[in-house]
């Protein structure tokens, strides 16, 4: 997005227009601040807003932080957020309800002026960083607004990993929200936001904020390919017909070119609520039928809730290391030429160029992929993790703050619990791609290449690179890092590390950040079983050796690769 900010003019409802919607205050009712939950359905905001008023009126705020280049997102992840409200104001339609009201402010004074006129707040919690976290104490302790929760998360509870699971299956288990459009006046302000309007950036003298305009105003201009439609209505399509093939899922996960059809594509779907987890949780248990799909599938709505469950326990996960022993760990290190080809996908490493291309021109990798790069990224190439988070976070059309720093966090390492996973990329061409069509796809100038030879195209002997007119060192280059030197490096440098980052798992604070799935009992468990302070000391007491690596016993236990 080039556009200047400051030529868009903050545009919040006029005081006038708001007034007018009700004969006196006191008939004012509750406003339904949408953010991540663009749907009617299971809407625990919509469904106490109906409950508790007799006249609603939904509204969505566009932030100008988002946008311009003060914005963390892509274009096409803007367009699709765009799909989404103009979506959400159809289901309001199709409900025989007037739409959306939009402004484009600072979401604060928007409110305001609706609290002004003796109208009341409510909003779905979000799970949300530092930013959002900050927005919405302002938004309660300035203007009264009531956040709903009813996403299943533990909130407020000393140990919210003690009961979690059985939460979260409760809430899944619940009926949606419900409210009946019969019973409640919806009421709209503006113009241009209907299905049906002209859309434009300016109506007469003012700005009037509609998705278009803003689209218009920002210069919204997506450059992304095979991006999905955004809204309720193409998520629900997905859902149906990813339900249909289920029994094919766990064969499609690992392979980037499966993936691409085989996994069920809701993510971004998910990411702005056009569908609600329980939903599709609820949807897939009625209409597929049990087997390994199925139990894999609901397995990884669980890992949405648990993700999303840690940044409800530490807002920090966005920004610093969880576990305080690998703060900064490869900081000193940082090389802007080397992230420049990681991100560029020119680091010389097939399977990894090829994924952050596909990143970054469709805004969607599968799993295993995405993991794939992150340890290059960290392990290998051994940069700065948060620098890697945020390209992916600017890239995904998924992008979820909860779901993308957590997972970042957890595949370089940073908890400091065993099982780090070292994907080799060579090993990842010959068992996922070993016909070489993702590669060769999204690195045109390696088409020409036998696929034996994409795993380490630097070692395609000189006679079948000119035979085939590709030249390693040219077009594509050689690698940028010795892969098995590197490896070695980072595990000298992160395991010396690993049992005092062990150790640390058994402070309170540190384990709460952590957020294991097993609470606090399995972090203090890995404290026990691999923890070694820095100064040699073990949780019970023993030393470790005086070489400082030979207290490294059990150090096989955080290893794995791939
Ligand atoms: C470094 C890294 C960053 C990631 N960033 C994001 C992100 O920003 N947003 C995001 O939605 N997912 C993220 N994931 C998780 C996962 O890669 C995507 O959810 C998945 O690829 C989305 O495709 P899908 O909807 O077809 O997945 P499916 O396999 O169909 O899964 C269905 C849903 O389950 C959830 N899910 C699946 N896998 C995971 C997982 N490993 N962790 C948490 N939830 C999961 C997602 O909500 C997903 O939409 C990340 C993974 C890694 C390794």
Known sequence: MGADDDATPATVPDREAIRSLVDSPADAGTVVWH????????????????????????????????????????????????????????????????????????????????????????????????????????????????????????????????????????????????????????????????????????????????????????????????????????????????????????????????????????????????????????????????????????????????????????????????????????????????????????????????????LRETGWLNFRMRALCASFYFHILQQPWRIGADHFYKHLIDADAAINYTQWQSQCGLVGRPGLRLYNPRKQVRDQDPDGEFVKRWIPELDPLPAEHLDRPEHAPLAVQAECGVEIGGEYPYPVVDFEAAREEFKRRYYDAAPAAAARLADEPIARRASLSGGFGAARAIAEEHGVDAAGETDSGSAGSADGRGHQTDLSAFDGTD
């Open 35 to 358: 953010r991540e939950d663009l749907r009617i359905a299971d809407n625990p905001a919509l469904a106490a807003a109906a409950a508790g008023s007799d006249r609603i009126l939904p509204l969505f705020v566009f932030d100008p932080a988002f946008y311009g280049d003060r914005g963390a997102a892509c274009d096409a992840r803007i367009a699709f957020l765009h799909d989404c409200l103009r979506d959400l104001d159809r289901q309001y339609h199709d409900v025989g309800a007037p739409g959306l009201t939009y402004a484009h402010s600072d979401p604060i004074e928007a409110l305001g002026r609706f609290v002004d006129a003796g109208w009341d707040v409510v909003a779905t919690r979000s799970v949300t960083g530092r930013y959002g976290l900050r927005r919405d104490e302002r938004a309660r302790n300035e203007m009264g607004v009531e956040l709903v929760d009813g996403d299943g998360l533990v909130r407020d509870a000393d140990r919210p990993r003690r009961e979690w699971k059985a939460a979260v299956e409760s809430w899944l288990a619940a009926d949606p929200y419900d409210w009946d459009p019969r019973d409640v006046a919806v009421e709209r302000i503006g113009s241009g936001a209907g299905p049906n309007a002209e859309p434009g950036p300016d109506h007469g003298d003012s700005f009037v904020p509609t998705p278009e305009a803003v689209t218009a105003a920002y210069d919204v201009a997506p450059e992304k390919s095979m991006v999905p439609e955004g809204g309720r209505a193409a998520g629900r399509d997905r859902l149906e017909s990813f339900t249909a093939r289920i029994g094919e899922y766990p064969g499609s996960i690992s392979s980037p070119v499966d993936a691409r059809g085989g996994t069920s594509g809701l993510s971004p779907h998910l990411r702005f609520g056009c569908l609600s987890v329980r939903e599709v949780h609820r949807y897939v248990d009625e209409h597929a039928p049990d087997g390994r799909g199925k139990s894999m599938f609901v397995s990884r709505l669980f890992w949405n809730r648990h993700y999303r469950q840690k940044l409800v326990d530490w807002p920090g996960w966005l920004e610093e290391a969880v576990n305080p022993v690998y703060a900064g760990f490869n900081r000193e290190r940082r090389d802007p030429e080397l992230v420049a080809a990681w991100t560029a996908g020119e680091t010389g490493f097939p399977m990894v160029d090829a994924s952050m291309r596909c």
